[in-house]
């Protein structure tokens, strides 16, 4: 199989399983026990939380574990409306967030919230300025991803945050595919709440967090025992959490090279895939974009067909986000594009990741090729 679908999730690290067998074979105590057993299971806690802290530069009692990004965003987003109800109900967000922070969203507005979506440009980047409009007076959070899962577009996070700021009103960032791919601070992003998964920089899946600003106004979603400083009741998942703090340590340790291998390998998967094929146009701003993913539309071909074609030729890849892959509608984010003829387009997005070869993407290129020009075959018989 060649696999080029890093956004969806990634393989788990030596390092990090090496970290969860001992969590679950050597300190499978109850981290709130009083005892020896408790204490173990508590330090590899505490060893998490600062690593976890210090990939994006928040001190460890900023971190709430939570089971992955679509928690860490509802607890985001439910936390500050339940704790800022009584001063604002409008929400604001972009129009091409993930489904973890749009349906939490429109969910809120049984309770009385009304959410004005921000449209994006047609390269799929928000105007900070158009942000800044939208801003009532009963605004109290603005929630904007940092890096787009499906075209990886990187949205101008700090200076939405200063202006949103400027008018009191708090800022959260998804930066599920930002961070271990680029820089991503607390501090430099200016924001007050910011979501992360292990499973996107090679940990384990159903663990995240939520950092938290010292001082921010947030209620729990999940409550019961006095869990992570009362944000987030329930027994922690101690190995997951174990296995995050690893994950997190490398990511931070090897974020440059990262880099360069993801622009290196994603500016090639680019060029070969336009040059081989015709009509190929790629989504999103060729710039202001993570390098490592790459989403293409292809003119007169089904993006679900495609797909099947390359999956029963040993090819992943995406034809959005993963959680839209079994679903034909177009993606909301491809919509919000308004891009021309977008009704007869397949839309693949393919992202490398750390073991990505050139020589898969020349075979994955070529893959491509042959099962657009055997569909499009198809389409003029
Ligand atoms: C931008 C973004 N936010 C949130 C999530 C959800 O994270 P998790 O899978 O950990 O719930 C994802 C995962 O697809 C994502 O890409």
Redo the contacts with the bound molecule.
């Keep these: 199989m060649i696999y080029l679908d890093y ?2 999730t990634t393989p788990v690290r030596p390092e990090v399983i090496h970290a969860m067998t001992e969590s679950l074979t050597e300190s499978w105590g109850n981290p709130s026990s009083n005892h020896l057993a408790g204490h173990a299971a508590r330090k590899g806690m505490d060893r998490a939380r600062r690593q976890v802290g210090e990939l994006v530069g928040a001190p460890p009692e900023s971190v709430i574990f939570t ?5 860490a ?1 509802n607890l985001a987003i439910r936390g500050v409306a339940r704790a800022l109800s009584a001063k604002g109900r409008h929400l604001i967000i972009s129009n091409i967030e ?1 489904s ?2 749009r349906v939490t969203c429109k969910m809120l507005a049984e309770d009385g919230f009304e959410t004005t979506e921000v449209p994006v440009g047609p390269n799929g980047v928000l105007d900070p300025q158009a942000v800044a409009r939208a801003i009532r007076p009963d605004t109290i959070l603005v929630s904007v ?1 940092h ?3 499906e075209i990886g577009t990187i949205q101008p996070i700090a200076e939405i945050a200063e202006l949103a700021h400027a008018r009191g009103v708090l800022v959260h960032t ?1 930066a ?2 930002s961070v271990g791919k680029i820089p991503v601070s607390l501090e430099a992003l200016g924001v007050d709440l910011l ?1 992360l ?4 920089i090679y940990g384990p ?2 663990v ?1 967090a939520l950092i938290r600003r010292k001082g921010v106004p947030l209620f729990p979603i999940l409550t019961g025992g006095g869990h992570e400083r009362g944000f987030r009741a329930g027994t922690e998942n101690v190995p997951g959490i174990t296995g995050f703090g690893v994950a997190a340590e490398l990511a931070m340790r090897e974020l440059p090279a990262r880099m360069r291998h993801d622009e290196e390998l994603g500016t090639f998967l680019l060029e070969s895939a336009l040059a081989a094929l015709p009509g190929s146009k790629l989504n999103g701003d060729p710039d202001l974009r993570w390098a490592g993913c790459v989403s293409l539309r292809m003119p007169g071909v089904d993006g679900a067909d495609l797909l099947a074609t390359l999956d029963a030729a040993g090819v992943a890849i995406s034809a959005g ?3 839209k892959a079994f679903k034909q509608e177009t993606s909301h984010v491809i919509a919000a594009l308004n891009l021309p003829n977008e009704q007869d387009s397949g839309t693949l997005r393919l992202t490398v990741g750390a073991p990505t070869t050139r020589a898969e993407i020349q075979e994955a290129v070529s893959l491509i090729a042959k099962a657009v020009e055997s569909l499009r075959g198809k389409v003029a018989r």
């Excluded at 998964?197 to 996107?200: D, F, I, Q, V, Y």
């Design positions: 956004a969806a089971s992955g990004g679509t928690e965003d993930h973890a922070v991803m890096v787009n899962n998804d599920v595919q979501s998964s292990a499973h996107k899946k159903g995240g986000s993963a959680c």
